[in-house]
C-alpha cells in the first residue's frame, strides 16, 4: 500500500528545548492514527511540522514521496491548500465570511470546490441551518464543526486533526469522527489525529504515543 506521509529521523529544537528528538511514523492511503501524549510533549509541533507550517532541524518529510520540508514558503502554501486538510485548536475561520463561505474557502482557493460536496458535509456536521450566520454568531463547538467542515470540502489526501472533538460533547465528537473516519474510507485518505480520548483513540487503526519528544507504542509506555 503507498503511503501518504513518511516521516524519517524528525528533529525540532526551539532554542535549546529539544521538542521533537529523532521521530519517524508512516501512514498509507486510508490509514488512520491516533496520536496521544501529555501537554507540552511534541504533539502539536509533529502536526505543525507534518501539515509544512513549520521546517524540522534534522529528519525528512514526505508527502505522497514529495519531499516537502525543503519547499519554499509559497509551495508549501499550496500544498496544504490543495492536499492537506488542516483541524486545528484554534478554529482560524475568517469573520467577515458566513458559515457557508468558510465551509467552501479553501476548496474554492484551490479550484475543487463541489457545492454537493459542502452541503453533505453541513448535514453531517449539524450545521445546514446556520449555512448564513457568521463566526460571531456561532458557539465553540459550532465553529469547530465549521472548521472541520472546511478541513474536509476539498476532499484532502491527508487529514491532521488536533483534538477536533476537544469542544463538542461525546455525542457530537462522536458523530464528527464517525465522518471522518467514512470520508477515508470513501476517499482513501490518511488521518492522522491528536487526542487525550482514549476511547477515541481505540477507533483509529492504530495508536502512537508521544513523550519527551520520541515516539512509542502505547504498550511501552
Do not use: C, W
Request: glycine letters at 10%.
Amino acid at each position: 500500500m503507498s503511503k501518504v506521509l513518511e516521516i524519517e529521523r524528525l528533529s525540532k529544537a526551539y532554542g535549546t528545548v529539544a521538542v521533537l528528538r529523532d521521530v519517524s511514523l508512516a501512514l498509507a492511503h486510508g490509514q488512520t492514527l491516533a496520536l496521544t501524549g501529555e501537554s507540552g510533549s511534541g504533539k502539536s509541533t509533529l502536526m505543525h511540522l507534518a501539515a509544512a507550517l513549520d521546517t524540522p532541524d534534522q529528519g525528512s518529510i514526505r508527502l505522497s514521496g514529495q519531499e516537502i520540508s525543503g519547499l519554499d514558503d509559497a509551495a508549501r502554501a499550496a500544498l496544504r491548500r490543495d492536499r492537506i486538510g488542516l483541524v486545528f485548536q484554534q478554529f482560524n475561520l475568517i469573520p467577515s465570511l458566513s458559515v457557508a463561505q468558510n465551509i467552501a474557502f479553501q476548496a474554492r482557493l484551490g479550484g475543487h470546490h463541489d457545492p454537493a460536496r459542502d452541503a453533505m458535509l453541513a448535514r453531517r456536521l449539524g450545521l445546514s441551518e446556520m449555512l448564513g450566520r457568521y463566526p460571531e454568531e456561532l458557539s465553540g463547538g459550532q465553529q469547530q464543526r465549521v472548521a472541520i467542515a472546511r478541513a474536509l470540502a476539498h476532499a484532502p489526501m491527508l487529514i491532521l486533526a488536533d483534538e477536533p472533538t476537544g469542544n463538542l460533547d461525546e455525542a457530537t465528537g462522536d458523530a464528527v469522527l464517525d465522518l471522518m473516519l467514512e470520508l477515508v474510507g470513501e476517499t482513501g485518505a490518511a488521518l492522522m489525529m491528536v487526542t487525550h480520548s482514549t476511547r477515541l483513540a481505540a477507533r483509529l487503526d492504530r495508536r502512537l504515543h508521544l513523550s519527551r519528544g520520541q515516539l512509542s507504542a502505547p504498550n511501552a509506555v
